[in-house]
């Protein structure tokens, strides 16, 4: 069982070097997709700091809580970019045929459709982010600074930060099921990020029964709200217990499906 | 060892309806038997060619045997494992060649993908350098796998290919339609490394092509399947002799001859001076050929079989 | 124009073949929109006025604006790069017919298509969320620039597929130009709310054009957007399309139709 868990991490870092080389044959690319991703974090920044401009508080929040909120949700964004980006790259691969030549293959596919293509560019840009969520954190509490509570609350911002990323695995891995049971949905990995694009912004302002059903049905809320909310001490524990259980059910789920959808697997371009 | 018993394989597709309320969440579905019920056995070292026409259920079985697919019902084993559950020791013993599929990594050199394959199959440094260097040998392609695989050519890129699938020294080798799409010259390169393979390495080689040349060159066993069922499972001769009707007899003319004396023969199925072409049946051969070395001036006379093509389209018209 | 009327049908029958494709597409729109809507909602909970903004006007610029940005943005012509890359553009080299013309036809039936769809969805969130919706007006004078807007957007369309006849990186700009005219067009809040400097050169860019200057126009604020700003968007299409039809001509020559 060892012996099988360091060869797939060896392999992650072969397919982790791979990816690099590749990435760094399209230079230009690049560089545009940086300032891409750094236009629209700081075009949405400008936004937030616009509105509590003229807004002291939304929803019982101020403007550094909200500013935090829009980062945690970058964190973690970034953090299921950098591990999961070849699930977007997994449709073309089932359609092309080439997925046969994963399967046959003496490692666990995981290792090259869910792990295998590591997102660099995000790499860059998640340690700044988080190094902000510290910053306005500290804002946001009472000078002087206590050791105690802020090593508790990171504590537990990370810990819920952990949660969000099993969660995002149990959803990317059920898209990698359903790209193999259905043909006809070509948006899923899409759907699933316009979805968790409603976490950039504290929960509160959505109105019921879309509140309830982005925290409840589709745990949205869970993964872009709680580690925001643990880390300002408004969690109690119901709901931490709520959100550990959502997440690893998830990801039971999802490895079930998975094997479904083995089993339900036709093959293409045969 | 592979045994298959009563093997079946059915796919499910979805049937679209009218209504497009009805289509999305109430859907019909129809049941495509892709194999039914076949059965069939392959010893060690043996070369196995599969032939048959489109959708008839050669690469879904191919695929079954490989664990790529899961049986409708009926028993495979291949070295004693069950395929689908795909164990790690039962898939380092196998390869399986995909013409026009690549899983050569597109933007850099074949090497990479090599070394990927190495740690994949958990090969030795020492048995790695061994593979690489004898197969790049035997194809004569040592400068190309330092190059990008894009700027390969699709000959070039077949060897790669080859290269990385066979690295790991498989005992058992699936080709599905490796010939496919490439030109003569490396067809012909293709069929002659396949045999040279399976000749130093003892390997198993069970191969699909719709090129017949491929089956003929490098299989000795012949399985056709048709809709589904096994309609031939014996040698490449046997086939040859029992459905191999007529011969081909072609003549090279030393000056022309009127239309009467050839005719006398039998009809030619073409005349263009100095070549003449007849088909002649096998059981009149002996005295047809002494007719035309009595009565024709020739220069030279050449006798072959038919090509594996009409003997093919022959058994299919027999066994309607 | 029969011709453009075929091209259209076909690409609305496309849709229907991609039923379930269109509906997620339209879903996810709809989710974009509801951020927004929800969010600028809750600004209005404590105050009744934001800036120069009424409730009800800002309310009103966001809905409008997600319909006319529908309008706008829709686009197939995407599809033009890929088909430079894998080669498939010769036939459509080889139709009588302008690659322009195409295109715009097909853009045509995407969009409208997309726009009704968009109608149903805000009709949706006005009436559960009882949205307070200003009534339409100024059609007149609505109408030329909503058309300026969808060319401006149309060229920079082509502009980005053309990119492909030089390079096979075409996602990346893409991707960066979606983002800029996300925010500097107006989608997520109205582009007066930012300081002065800022909005007065931003004003002399295309992106205004594109979808904050005809919402403005709808929601009857015509009074705060000076007459000389029509040349400025018609000095764009101008320019816009100059520059399109440069890179066409210009790459049809250099360009080597390989395929895979």
Same mark, same amino acid.
């Given at each position: 069982?060892?012996?099988?868990?360091?060869?797939?991490?060896?392999?992650?870092?072969?397919?982790?070097?791979?990816?690099?080389?590749?990435?760094?044959?399209?230079?230009?690319?690049?560089?545009?997709?940086?300032?891409?991703?750094?236009?629209?974090?700081?075009? &949405?920044?400008?936004?937030?700091? &616009?509105?509590?401009?003229?807004?002291?508080?939304?929803?019982?929040?101020?403007?550094?809580?909200?500013?935090?909120?829009?980062?945690?949700?970058?964190?973690?964004?970034?953090?299921?970019?950098?591990?999961?980006?070849?699930?977007?790259?997994?449709?073309?691969?089932?359609?092309?045929?080439?997925?046969?030549?994963?399967?046959?293959?003496?490692?666990?596919?995981?290792?090259?459709?869910?792990?295998?293509?590591?997102?660099?560019?995000?790499?860059?840009?998640?340690?700044?982010?988080?190094?902000?969520?510290?910053?306005?954190?500290?804002?946001?509490?009472?000078?002087?600074?206590?050791?105690?509570?802020?090593?508790?609350?990171?504590?537990?911002?990370?810990?819920?930060?952990?949660?969000?990323?099993?969660?995002?695995?149990?959803?990317?891995?059920?898209?990698?099921?359903?790209?193999?049971?259905?043909?006809?949905?070509?948006?899923?990995?899409?759907?699933?990020?316009?979805?968790?694009?409603?976490?950039?912004?504290?929960?509160?302002?959505?109105?019921?029964?879309?509140?309830?059903?982005?925290?409840?049905?589709?745990?949205?809320?869970?993964?872009?709200?709680?580690?925001?909310?643990?880390?300002?001490?408004?969690?109690?524990?119901?709901?931490?217990?709520?959100?550990?259980?959502?997440?690893?059910?998830?990801?039971?789920?999802?490895?079930?499906?998975?094997?479904?959808?083995?089993?339900?697997?036709?093959?293409?371009?045969? | 060892?592979?045994?298959?018993?009563?093997?079946?394989?059915?796919?499910?597709?979805?049937?679209?309806?009218?209504?497009?309320?009805?289509?999305?969440?109430?859907?019909?579905?129809?049941?495509?038997?892709?194999?039914?019920?076949?059965?069939?056995?392959?010893?060690?070292?043996?070369?196995?060619?599969?032939? @048959?026409?489109? @959708?008839?259920?050669?690469?879904?079985?191919?695929?079954?045997?490989?664990?790529?697919?899961?049986?409708?019902?009926?028993?495979?084993?291949?070295?004693?494992?069950?395929?689908?559950?795909?164990?790690?020791?039962?898939?380092?013993?196998?390869?399986?060649?995909?013409?026009?599929?690549?899983?050569?990594?597109?933007?850099?050199?074949?090497?990479?993908?090599?070394?990927?394959?190495?740690?994949?199959?958990?090969?030795?440094?020492?048995?790695?350098?061994?593979?690489?260097?004898?197969?790049?040998?035997?194809?004569?392609?040592?400068?190309?796998?330092?190059?990008?695989?894009?700027?390969?050519?699709?000959?070039?890129?077949?060897?790669?290919?080859?290269?990385?699938?066979?690295?790991?020294?498989?005992?058992?080798?699936?080709?599905?339609?490796?010939?496919? @799409?490439?030109?003569?010259?490396?067809?012909?390169?293709?069929?002659?490394?396949?045999?040279?393979?399976?000749?130093?390495?003892?390997?198993?080689?069970?191969?699909?092509?719709?090129?017949?040349?491929?089956?003929?060159?490098?299989?000795?066993?012949?399985?056709?399947?048709?809709?589904?069922?096994?309609?031939?499972?014996?040698?490449?001769?046997?086939?040859?002799?029992?459905?191999?009707?007529?011969?081909?007899?072609?003549?090279?003319?030393?000056?022309?001859?009127?239309?009467?004396?050839?005719?006398?023969?039998?009809?030619?199925?073409?005349?263009?001076?100095?070549?003449?072409?007849?088909?002649?049946?096998?059981?009149?051969?002996?005295?047809?050929?002494?007719?035309?070395?009595?009565?024709?001036?020739?220069?030279?006379?050449?006798?072959?079989?038919?090509?594996?093509?009409?003997?093919?389209?022959?058994?299919?018209?027999?066994?309607? | 124009?029969?011709?453009?009327?075929?091209?259209?049908?076909?690409?609305?029958?496309?849709?229907?073949?991609?039923?379930?494709?269109?509906?997620?597409?339209?879903?996810?729109?709809?989710?974009?929109?509801?951020?927004?809507?929800?969010?600028?909602?809750?600004?209005?909970?404590?105050?009744?006025?934001?800036?120069?903004?009424?409730?009800?006007?800002?309310?009103?610029?966001?809905?409008?604006?997600?319909?006319?940005?529908?309008?706008?943005?829709?686009?197939?012509?995407?599809?033009?790069?890929?088909?430079?890359?894998?080669?498939?553009?010769?036939?459509?080299?080889?139709?009588?017919?302008?690659?322009?013309?195409?295109?715009?036809?097909?853009?045509?039936?995407?969009?409208?298509?997309?726009?009704?769809?968009?109608?149903?969805?805000?009709?949706?969130?006005?009436?559960?969320?009882?949205?307070?919706?200003?009534?339409?007006?100024?059609?007149?004078?609505?109408?030329?620039?909503?058309?300026?807007?969808?060319?401006?957007?149309?060229?920079?369309?082509?502009?980005?597929?053309?990119?492909?006849?030089?390079?096979?990186?075409?996602?990346?700009?893409?991707?960066?130009?979606?983002?800029?005219?996300?925010?500097?067009?107006?989608?997520?809040?109205?582009?007066?709310?930012?300081?002065?400097?800022?909005?007065?050169?931003?004003?002399?860019?295309?992106?205004?054009?594109?979808?904050?200057?005809?919402?403005?126009?709808?929601?009857?604020?015509?009074?705060?957007?000076?007459?000389?700003?029509?040349?400025?968007?018609?000095?764009?299409?101008?320019?816009?399309?100059?520059?399109?039809?440069?890179?066409?001509?210009?790459?049809?020559?250099?360009?080597?139709?390989?395929?895979?």
């Amino acid at each position: 069982m060892l012996k099988r868990i360091q060869k797939n991490l060896r392999l992650f870092f072969l397919y982790s070097r791979f990816t690099l080389k590749t990435t760094l044959q399209a230079r230009a690319g690049i560089v545009l997709f940086l300032a891409g991703k750094l236009f629209r974090f700081l075009f &949405l920044l400008m936004f937030i700091f &616009l509105l509590f401009g003229k807004t002291k508080v939304i929803q019982g929040y101020s403007l550094n809580q909200a500013l935090i909120f829009y980062l945690t949700f970058n964190v973690i964004d970034s953090l299921t970019q950098i591990l999961f980006r070849e699930v977007y790259r997994f449709r073309p691969l089932v359609m092309s045929g080439s997925f046969d030549m994963v399967l046959l293959k003496p490692m666990h596919p995981f290792t090259k459709i869910l792990f295998g293509g590591i997102d660099y560019i995000d790499i860059l840009f998640v340690i700044p982010y988080f190094c902000l969520v510290i910053v306005f954190f500290l804002k946001t509490i009472p000078f002087p600074y206590s050791f105690f509570t802020i090593f508790s609350s990171v504590s537990i911002y990370l810990l819920f930060i952990l949660n969000s990323l099993v969660l995002a695995c149990a959803f990317h891995i059920t898209v990698l099921a359903l790209g193999i049971i259905t043909t006809e949905v070509d948006h899923t990995i899409m759907i699933y990020r316009d979805l968790i694009g409603l976490g950039r912004f504290p929960m509160e302002i959505y109105k019921e029964p879309i509140r309830s059903f982005f925290t409840f049905a589709i745990p949205v809320g869970v993964m872009m709200s709680f580690p925001t909310k643990a880390l300002f001490g408004l969690l109690t524990g119901p709901f931490i217990w709520y959100a550990w259980g959502i997440s690893l059910s998830g990801l039971v789920f999802s490895l079930i499906l998975w094997n479904y959808a083995l089993h339900k697997y036709q093959s293409w371009g045969g | 060892m592979i045994k298959v018993t009563d093997l079946t394989k059915i796919y499910k597709t979805h049937i679209k309806q009218k209504n497009p309320f009805k289509d999305v969440f109430l859907r019909k579905y129809k049941d495509i038997v892709a194999l039914d019920k076949i059965s069939f056995e392959i010893g060690e070292n043996e070369s196995v060619g599969f032939i @048959g026409p489109n @959708g008839a259920g050669k690469t879904t079985t191919l695929k079954i045997i490989s664990g790529i697919l899961y049986p409708t019902s009926g028993f495979v084993s291949v070295e004693g494992f069950t395929p689908f559950e795909k164990k790690p020791q039962f898939l380092k013993q196998i390869a399986f060649v995909m013409g026009q599929r690549n899983q050569l990594i597109w933007d850099l050199p074949a090497t990479d993908t090599f070394e990927l394959q190495k740690e994949i199959y958990e090969i030795s440094q020492q048995d790695y350098k061994k593979n690489v260097g004898e197969l790049t040998e035997i194809l004569n392609c040592a400068d190309l796998i330092t190059k990008p695989v894009k700027t390969l050519s699709l000959g070039e890129r077949m060897k790669m290919e080859l290269i990385a699938g066979l690295l790991h020294r498989p005992k058992i080798v699936f080709f599905d339609e490796p010939t496919i @799409g490439l030109d003569i010259f490396s067809q012909e390169t293709i069929r002659t490394f396949i045999k040279q393979f399976q000749e130093e390495f003892k390997a198993t080689v069970i191969l699909t092509s719709h090129y017949l040349e491929d089956v003929k060159r490098l299989s000795k066993r012949l399985i056709i399947i048709n809709k589904g069922h096994i309609i031939y499972d014996g040698t490449l001769k046997k086939i040859i002799e029992q459905y191999s009707v007529e011969k081909r007899v072609t003549i090279t003319l030393e000056k022309p001859a009127n239309e009467t004396e050839l005719r006398a023969i039998d009809i030619p199925i073409s005349y263009t001076f100095p070549k003449v072409v007849y088909k002649i049946k096998r059981s009149v051969l002996p005295e047809k050929i002494k007719a035309i070395t009595q009565n024709l001036p020739f220069s030279d006379l050449s006798v072959e079989d038919e090509t594996i093509e009409d003997i093919i389209k022959t058994f299919f018209k027999k066994n309607k | 124009m029969n011709t453009f009327l075929r091209i259209g049908i076909t690409t609305l029958k496309e849709y229907m073949a991609y039923r379930l494709n269109f509906v997620l597409w339209r879903l996810r729109m709809f989710i974009g929109m509801l951020v927004t809507f929800f969010l600028w909602f809750s600004v209005f909970e404590k105050q009744a006025h934001f800036g120069i903004y009424s409730k009800n006007i800002l309310i009103s610029y966001i809905l409008y604006s997600s319909l006319i940005s529908t309008l706008t943005l829709s686009s197939r012509v995407a599809e033009i790069a890929g088909q430079l890359n894998d080669g498939s553009i010769i036939n459509l080299l080889l139709k009588p017919i302008s690659i322009f013309s195409y295109y715009f036809s097909r853009d045509m039936a995407d969009k409208l298509i997309n726009a009704g769809f968009a109608i149903v969805e805000i009709s949706i969130v006005v009436f559960f969320f009882k949205a307070p919706l200003v009534p339409p007006q100024n059609i007149l004078l609505f109408l030329p620039f909503l058309f300026c807007g969808i060319l401006i957007s149309f060229y920079i369309n082509m502009i980005l597929s053309f990119i492909g006849f030089w390079t096979t990186e075409v996602w990346a700009p893409r991707f960066l130009f979606y983002t800029l005219v996300f925010f500097l067009s107006g989608s997520y809040f109205p582009l007066d709310i930012l300081p002065k400097n800022i909005y007065t050169i931003l004003m002399l860019t295309p992106f205004p054009s594109i979808f904050f200057i005809p919402t403005k126009i709808l929601i009857g604020q015509i009074h705060t957007i000076p007459l000389w700003q029509i040349s400025i968007s018609v000095f764009w299409v101008f320019i816009l399309s100059r520059l399109s039809v440069g890179m066409w001509k210009q790459g049809n020559k250099n360009f080597s139709f390989w395929g895979k």
